[in-house]
């Protein structure tokens, strides 16, 4: 990638919103390269969530950049993600997951006032039984939450919070500062 200075100043500027972000803890976020076909300009991070030292969810979120614009977009930038986190077989065999799964999304962008335009994307949700050789822990599955936007400015820290919240909301992590309580605690009766 070319140095930041000889980009178009909206990449720019953009990319420089994404980096200023700090995520919650419990989310490790690290440049990685981006697909160099699908823009002119790209740039792209990916996270993992962790959850007591176990990665419990991934995403990507890639940055794409024309300067001629694009019908499609609407815009000359778009973000484009890709969210994915195990699950129990009881959580992914709810019909609502899907519908829940999007609304994590909207409602991330809308709590952080991430205004956006033509958002798009598909939820998936997929049940994994194991069988034979292959028998092991129990039937489980995964959330994969695919979605693009675009961004109605070009100060990107509110959408990156934003994705953190999707991140974490797939992941199953509580609100920040607040303590989940043990599955079984006992309330001190005989």
Known sequence: MAPLTALPEAFHRAVAG????????????EEVGAPQRLAPYAFALSASVLRAGDEVATGRLVLLHDPAGHDAWQGTLRLVTYVTADLEAELVADPLLPSVGWTWLTDALQTYRAGHTALGGTVTQTCSTRFGELAGPPAGGDIEIRASWTPLSGDLGAHLLAWCDLLASTAGLPPPG?????????TGRA
Do not use: Y
């Open 178 to 186: 607040v303590t989940l309580l043990p599955a079984r605690w006992s």
């Open 18 to 29: 994404l980096r200023a972000v700090t995520p919650r803890e419990e989310i490790q976020v």
